[in-house]
């Protein structure tokens, strides 16, 4: 039986190696959920994937602050410094704490990014809330509902681990005190180089807390009613940008399944860049973000 997740450690108060950025909490949802939030100007919100936090977009937060944005990037919940609630969430939930967080700081329009799982989350929140995002990057995963079943079926060469994860419990107690050696497989083969071994050190200290794993584990469990929820919503209308990393997941699947998914959809890819986009070549990322969120959009 699991229960909620202890409160993280991490205070409030300025984010080290990052001036101008802030740790803040808000409560929203019923959970409690952790951002990091510097910049001035229209609103980016950025989602990691797993088995990330925040820590992922570090190094892109202050190029896009220089370019003119306010930058948030929160920690899902189940994942890093937010709360791991007990029992499964859908990724409609995930949107629904966004949007309370949002709404929060004030904002009601806002260009969103999502990487992996937050890509999912990105999609789930468009749908659910579309008159509140302007644009919406979708990078580096398959969409539920529009491709992701097929990727998930290992009977016909789709991926083991959404199967194995969508088992939280059980993936949790198999991978207890083995959290390295699991983690350390997936980190390898998703960056170019961008996550550091400090980064590393960092998200394995937070992967290791109380619960952590379940938490991240329960990004899979609900990816079969994910799929149906989405397939059940509308199409959307906003401009939306598919990215993939030169070295990343092959486009073309969340390329058809975005096209599927949305009205308007152009493509790029991120050079020299794996998996982690936002590490890889943040220069790269943040100078394509600001372009296609600025006042003269491509």
């Known amino acids: 039986m699991t229960t909620p997740s202890t409160r993280s450690a991490v205070p409030p108060g300025e984010v080290a190696g990052l001036p101008g950025f802030r740790h803040e909490y808000a409560h929203v949802n019923g959970v409690r959920i952790h951002y990091v939030l510097g910049g001035e100007g229209p609103a980016v919100v950025l989602l990691h994937g797993w088995p ?10 202050p190029l896009l602050a220089e370019a003119g944005f306010t930058v948030i990037a929160p920690d899902l919940r189940g994942s890093g410094h937010s709360d791991k609630p007990a029992g499964h969430w859908t990724k409609r939930e995930e949107a629904e704490d966004l949007h309370q967080l949002v709404r929060s700081l004030g904002l009601t329009e806002l260009n969103l990014v999502g990487t992996d799982v937050g890509t999912m989350t990105a999609h789930a929140w468009a749908q659910a809330r579309s008159g509140e995002i302007r644009r919406l990057v979708l990078s580096e995963a398959f969409l539920p509902g529009f491709g992701l079943e ?13 199967g194995f994860h969508a088992q939280t419990e059980l993936a949790a107690e198999l991978t207890a005190g083995r959290e390295e050696q699991y983690l350390e497989r997936f980190w390898s083969l998703m960056t170019a180089g961008g996550i550091t071994a400090a980064d590393r050190a960092e998200l394995l200290r937070v992967h290791r807390a109380p619960d952590a794993m379940r938490g991240g584990f329960e990004h899979y469990a609900t990816l079969v009613e994910d799929g149906r929820a989405a397939r059940a919503g509308a199409r959307l209308s906003m401009p939306v940008l598919v990215l993939n990393g030169e070295h990343g997941l092959p486009q073309q699947p969340l390329l058809d399944g975005a096209r599927e998914a949305a009205r308007d959809v152009r493509a790029d890819v991120v050079p020299g860049s794996a998996h982690t986009i936002g590490a890889d070549n943040p220069r790269w990322l943040a100078a394509r973000l600001a372009r296609f969120f600025g006042p003269d959009a491509d």
Do not use: K, Q
Request: no cysteine; proline share 0%.
């Open 52 to 61: 990330f936090t925040w820590l992922e977009w570090r190094a892109t937060l």
């Open 150 to 162: 097929e990727r998930m079926n290992v009977a016909t060469g789709g991926h083991w681990h959404f």
